[in-house]
């Protein structure tokens, strides 16, 4: 891991694995534009679950130098709450149920992390799961990968506080055995009354099986970061989805390959498929929104929204 130069104007960091590919690099300058920031936006790539020492050296970073306004973090978020949280002098409840930490904001020389994927992603989910969708049909979850957006996911769409809309059953899958069990210590906290399947599923072919006795009118996850940070699908192309169901790629730019599975059935399935740029789009302004002290309105959010659409196009 590299450090950035000491900053010579107001800066946010993007701590992430290969971030000069996002197109938020693309979208920040004209944001920086609407927004009246005259700011920068600079990357800092770390490898997966890199040496505790790079995280801690980041928040450091980010924590001595008087113009470094704070940070969005994708991808090492569990790993950089695991290694750092005690250099911060503030945790939102959501970083500390979550134990995980997507944001890094500064106030008065104190640092502070949150966690705001719950928001994010609920924000994002809002947009395109019916009204009722799980009261009315009864569906079920499979989120496949047991990081932090899994868990974030998981969190808003088992809140109790949504009464009987709710799906009726949560899987996931994981290829490693210490992320399920953290999940699972962290949503007993959430909602422990949950029907939930935690697999180990090493092999793609573990996960076609499961998604094969998924009901119709479920959500199916893709939360692994296989096709953008590195290549690949967690299904083969053999898997089939569930009938009427909605299909979520977190991903939104790289192969996409999940995501393109689920296109080739869209029609024979009767599937929605849903990327992850409206993610993006929530994530980024929450997390812009934070780290500036700054409130963005419905009005403002919209027209952000149709400045980086217009970017992608």
């Known amino acids: 891991m590299k450090l950035p130069e000491k900053p010579e104007k ?58 470094a306004k ?12 695991d290694a750092a949280w005690d250099y911060f002098d503030f945790l939102d ?10 944001c890094i904001s500064k106030k008065d020389n104190e640092v502070y992390g949150f966690a705001k994927d719950p928001i994010t992603s609920g924000r994002s989910m809002e947009e395109f799961i019916p009204e009722n969708f799980w009261a009315e049909h009864g569906g079920e979850v499979l989120i496949i990968g047991a990081g932090g957006s899994a ?34 210590d962290m949503f007993k906290l959430i909602n422990d009354d949950v029907n939930v399947e935690y697999n180990l599923t090493p092999d793609i072919e573990d996960n076609d099986r499961i998604l094969a006795e998924v009901k119709p009118y479920s959500l199916v996850i893709n939360a692994t970061g296989l096709g953008k940070d590195r290549p690949g699908s967690p299904l083969s192309d053999d898997c089939t989805f569930p009938e009427n169901s909605l299909v979520w790629e977190l991903n939104y730019r790289g192969g996409l ?6 296109l080739d059935q869209k029609e024979e399935q009767n599937l929605y498929v849903e990327d992850g740029w409206k993610y993006f789009i929530h994530g980024w302004s929450e997390h812009i929104s934070e780290v500036f002290d700054i409130e963005l309105t419905d009005e403002k959010l919209k027209v952000l929204d149709e400045a980086a659409s217009d970017l992608k196009k």
């Open 10 to 67: 107001e800066t946010m960091y993007f701590i992430g694995v290969t971030t000069k590919q996002s197109s938020i690099m693309d979208v920040f300058p004209k944001w920086n534009e609407i927004l009246n920031l005259n700011a920068e936006l600079i990357g800092i790539d770390i490898d997966i679950h890199a040496p505790k020492e790079d995280y801690i050296k980041a928040v450091q970073f980010i924590r001595e130098h008087e113009r």
């Open 151 to 184: 868990r974030a996911i998981a969190s808003y769409l088992f809140d109790p506080e949504n009464g009987d809309n709710i799906p009726s059953r949560l899987i996931v899958n994981n290829r490693s055995k210490p992320r399920l069990d953290k999940f699972a």
């Open 70 to 81: 704070g940070a969005l973090v994708t991808t090492h978020k569990i790993d950089i709450f």
């Open 257 to 262: 390959k999940f995501m393109h599975q689920a």
């Open 93 to 102: 409840p959501h970083a500390a149920i979550q134990q995980e930490l997507s």
